[in-house]
């Protein structure tokens, strides 16, 4: 059983008490996301931190109680989730107390969206829906179509005419419909809506539809919990649409609620310099306003993100901030994350741990404070990207003589 009050607009703030699931507030149609609002008080009598120390489910599916899916559409999924949290040896190097990595990037597709993708397979099997549909700038399409590959649904793809290659890769060996836009994420959307408005598929948008980001919300739930519940001063994560940021701080709200944590730690987004709308609007205290995709950081090169009350509110209510970082800082950043820490992430995802470098010589995040980095997709989506900043591998002989040479000359080994 599911233990959803109802849901609450985030624009007009009216609250709808059914069980019954909606999409949009009818009254304020395509602005109007969605909140899903839980019963707490019923939760706490199936859910605690005894009751997780006894599960051996070691996915998403041990928090099902904070989740808006049935139980019985969620077997034959992927396993999603209960990624490694990685604690940091650098902490010297990097002026900090505590560091940790949650690394998302392990996933089954190898993105945080797993998340979101494999929670909209489940509501589409609950709706009698097989095909599901979404926009994407490369993450969340490729999750959703190898989440959708498991359960047995059909996915139809849109994709902006920049997305990598790797990602496109992992969209057709999964069986998708792919449809490349020519043009920016923006029209990739517009197409996708119209689509999925004429055709009746399931809605995958993350923006749009108010229970993916329930899905996204248990990276937060398991940053806490492989905390044992003692959550860091600060986490970190990159920001494209809002979803995810917003997701993060759902989940540590949800915690809150149930007593099992103190606090929720102060939550940072990251954007890019050429494309920061969140960063815009939070630093000059205004509406959202769409600005240019000029990014490496297809991930999260969102001009008109879809899902700015949640994406600002998330920094707001935690008393964190926002900051952007520009294309040489992401590329540095990945460079050292992979050097120092054995973590490979793609230019969005490295965007977060050059927000944290960011924020320390800023003095934003203080030197006695803890930090978790969340490192939302692997770098292996976007080597192209990567190879630009990596020296070519020496070319010798099989000569040994010629290898002591050359070790010698680079002072190497």
């Known amino acids: 059983m599911t233990y959803i009050k109802g849901y609450s607009c985030t624009i007009c703030g009216k609250f709808y008490e059914t069980k019954a699931e909606m999409v949009l507030c009818p009254d304020c149609k395509d602005k109007g996301i969605l909140e899903i609002e839980f019963d707490y008080e019923k939760i706490k009598t199936v859910f605690s931190k005894e009751v997780l120390k006894d599960n051996k489910d070691y996915s998403i599916w041990r928090y099902l109680p904070l989740l808006p899916v049935e139980e019985k559409y969620t077997k034959g999924s992927l396993r999603v989730g209960w990624t490694p949290l990685l604690e940091s040896k650098n902490n010297e190097l990097y002026q900090i107390k505590k560091l940790h990595f949650k690394d998302d990037g392990l996933n089954p597709t190898l993105s945080l969206k797993d998340r979101a993708s494999v929670i909209a397979c489940v509501k589409a099997l609950e709706n009698n829906n097989r095909t599901i549909a979404c926009a994407s700038t490369g993450n969340a399409a490729s999750s959703l179509a190898g989440n959708a590959a498991k359960m047995g649904l059909k996915t139809v793809i849109f994709v902006p005419k920049r997305a990598p290659i790797g990602k496109l890769t992992q969209l057709l060996v999964f069986g998708a419909n792919v449809i490349k836009v020519d043009g920016d994420y923006k029209k990739a959307f517009s197409l996708s809506k119209k689509a999925i408005e004429h055709f009746g598929w399931y809605n995958r948008n993350a923006a749009i539809n108010p229970n993916l980001i329930e899905g996204k919300k248990t990276v937060a739930l398991e940053i806490a919990e492989q905390l044992d519940f003692d959550v860091p001063d600060w986490v970190v994560v990159s920001v494209g649409d809002g979803c995810t940021i917003g997701g993060v701080y759902k989940g540590f709200y949800d915690l809150l609620q149930l007593n099992m944590i103190k606090k929720i730690p102060k939550i940072l987004g990251v954007q890019a310099l050429g494309c920061d709308p969140f960063y815009q609007a ?59 820490e054995g973590i490979f992430a793609e230019p969005a995802a490295s965007a977060a741990f050059a927000g944290f470098i960011k924020a320390r010589s800023e003095n934003l995040i203080k030197e006695e404070e803890t930090v978790t980095v969340i490192i939302t997709g692997n770098g292996l989506k976007d080597t192209k990207n990567a190879l630009t900043i990596l020296e070519e591998p020496v070319l010798l002989e099989d000569d040994l003589e010629e290898l002591i040479r050359y070790f010698k000359k680079e002072k190497r080994g």
Not at 295 to 314: E, F
Request: no cysteine; aromatic share 6%; proline share 5%.
């Open 282 to 340: 939070f630093i000059n205290d205004k509406p959202l306003e769409e600005t240019d995709e000029f990014t490496i950081a297809d991930s999260i090169a969102v001009g008109i993100p879809r899902n700015p009350v949640k994406g600002l509110n998330a920094v707001k209510k935690s008393k964190g901030s926002y900051l952007v970082v520009s294309d040489e800082e992401i590329m540095k950043a990945m460079k050292l994350l992979a050097e120092s």
